[in-house]
């Protein structure tokens, strides 16, 4: 161009330059296009499998995390880092990459060719750039401070969708509808004000940098055209000058934007990063086992105590399980039965003592190994959004259906199955909603006995059924347990009484030990627990 200008002006340009010199123009911008678009699909394929990647690594290191860490944190806050905040995260690395790396490059080899051309016009320029930065650092502060508080309320609307749809049959048996409706437009409009925060503190950026390049143009034109006049600076020259400046000023432009981009995505990286740097506290520990060998079951604890908060909730237990054996463990609420239960599949480690399984130390076994030996029911079992097949199978390698079948018989489940529309194929909602209280357990209980471990673990899955469906389960269960390590956690004696022997756990403390026709004549909680028992099923025969 500014031959072309130079050569028009002085009269010394030929039709043929004029003519090679619009092609090499045309040349260079169909290069620049090309080169443009394979700049744009790296950067954007880059973000997509870092995303990816980011992703997969998350939710596998969730996965490994204690139960612990999730009754600490918040469901929707954990969505809302899996999911916004890695889409941030991504929009930095592509968006961010693409425009950094191109507004970069042209700033810097158009500062240079500016100083080239004109030194003097340069140093005009260069006078502005202070203030530009000064502005620019203020409006980024405000930006990265204030995305902070919108991704905080962002989790919080996401935990409360997720508490809300997953209570949903409390929301309508108190018909609180419109009251969590009301909360749920609070939160909403809480998170678009602090949307609306941001693009306040965001949005200055581009008319002040607007301002500042105008105010460059006006300086250049009034001392450049001076130079003009006085033939120090060619019309040309000043033409290519302000062109480079057409040129930085869409790039200085996007930095802004970069910037913005690279503080939102700062804050969601920090958010992920925390979790990352969470450790789990149960994991296995560097001298393992290499091989560790098949496990019968025989379960010894030694002087084991668990204390959280500087609460006691277990307290110097000592007992021994022999492989093959049957354990019944009751007492009253909050004792501490689930725990001790819950310290055999290393859900947690207890803070003073030890757990052996065939005389190994749990750490001293892979977690994986330890679990694949250990079939646990839960008194509230989770279940997932597929088959009924599928989440009697959940865990398996093996998923035949003669395992299903056997499985699900022995707890009493397949009779319900066969009056489903599509049986083991039923769908079921979220968390097993589909199913009645008395249904998840059992197919908690088939969940358990499918894996076929070495040690079932039952925690009082049979509170939700009747006494008659109790009483077929506990007969086909006693087959199925006859060569396994059982335990069984209930508040039934009529479930107890298939125990070969049976612990009451009081105030953390083994208060009772014997089998059920000892400990009925002795004096304390399991003989009152069963005399309550059979008081109520007499009352309920004469009715």
Do not use: C
């Not at 079992?381 to 998923?399: C, M, Q, V």
């Amino acid at each position: 161009m500014r031959y072309a200008i130079d050569g028009l002006t002085d009269d010394s340009l030929s039709q043929n330059q004029l003519l090679s010199y619009t092609a090499a123009y045309m040349g260079i911008v169909l290069a620049s296009l090309l080169f443009s678009l394979g700049m744009r699909w790296f950067p954007l394929r880059l973000s997509e499998n870092v995303a990816f990647d980011l992703r997969r690594d998350l939710f596998g290191h969730l996965t490994y995390m204690e139960k612990d860490f999730f009754q600490r944190e918040r469901t929707g806050d954990l969505m809302t880092r899996m999911i916004s905040d890695i889409t941030l995260v991504k929009d930095f690395i592509g968006q961010g990459l693409l425009q950094g790396i191109r507004a970069t490059t042209i700033i810097i080899m158009g500062s240079i060719s500016m100083y080239i051309t004109s030194p003097t016009l340069a140093a005009v320029m260069a006078i502005l750039f202070p203030a530009m930065l000064a502005s620019f650092y203020i409006f980024i502060r405000l930006v990265k401070h204030r995305q902070e508080k919108v991704q905080e309320k962002a989790s919080d609307l996401s935990s409360f969708t997720q508490e809300t749809f997953a209570g949903i049959r409390s929301v309508k048996s108190f018909a609180i509808e419109k009251r969590r409706f009301g909360l749920f437009r609070k939160l909403n409009k809480e998170l678009i004000k602090r949307n609306m925060s941001v693009s306040y503190a965001r949005q200055p950026m581009w008319p002040l940098f607007a301002f500042w390049f105008s105010l460059g143009i006006m300086l250049i034109l009034v001392i450049g055209g001076r130079q003009v006049i006085t033939g120090k600076l060619t019309l040309g020259k000043l033409v290519q000058f302000i062109q480079y400046m057409m040129y930085i000023q869409w790039p200085m432009l996007a930095m802004s934007w970069v910037a913005v981009l690279i503080q939102r995505g700062r804050v969601s990286w920090e958010r992920i990063l925390k979790i990352f740097n969470t450790t789990p506290e149960v994991q296995d520990a560097t001298d393992v086992l290499a091989n560790p060998p098949p496990l019968r079951g025989e379960i010894n604890f030694i002087d084991v105590t668990y204390t959280i908060k500087e609460q006691t909730l277990l307290s110097n237990i000592n007992l021994t399980i022999p492989a093959g054996t049957t354990i019944g463990i009751t007492g009253p609420t909050g004792g501490g039965k689930t725990l001790l239960a819950s310290l055999v599949a290393r859900i947690m480690d207890p803070t003073s003592g030890t757990v052996e399984i065939d005389n190994i130390p749990l750490q001293k076994l892979p977690l994986q190994h330890l679990r694949s030996h250990v079939g646990f029911a839960a008194q509230e079992p989770i279940l997932f959004s597929r088959t009924l097949a599928e989440n009697i199978s959940f865990g398996l390698d093996d998923k035949s259906e003669e395992t299903i079948l056997w499985a699900a018989d022995i707890a009493h489940l397949h009779d319900d199955v066969t009056e489903f529309h599509n049986q083991y194929e039923t769908v079921l909602g979220e968390r097993g909603i589909t199913l009645s209280g008395g249904q998840r357990q059992r197919t908690s209980i088939s969940r358990a006995l499918a894996r076929r471990p070495s040690i079932l673990v039952l925690d009082d899955v049979l509170a939700s059924v009747d006494t008659q469906t109790e009483s077929s389960i506990m007969a086909k269960l006693q087959p199925a347990i006859k060569n396994r390590t059982t335990i069984i956690v209930s508040h039934r004696a009529s479930t107890l009484r298939y125990a070969d022997i049976i612990a009451t756990v009081e105030d953390g403390k083994i208060t009772q030990y014997g089998t059920h026709d000892e400990l009925i004549q002795q004096d304390g909680y399991y003989a009152h627990l069963n005399q309550l028992q059979e008081i109520k099923m007499a009352l309920e025969d004469n009715e």
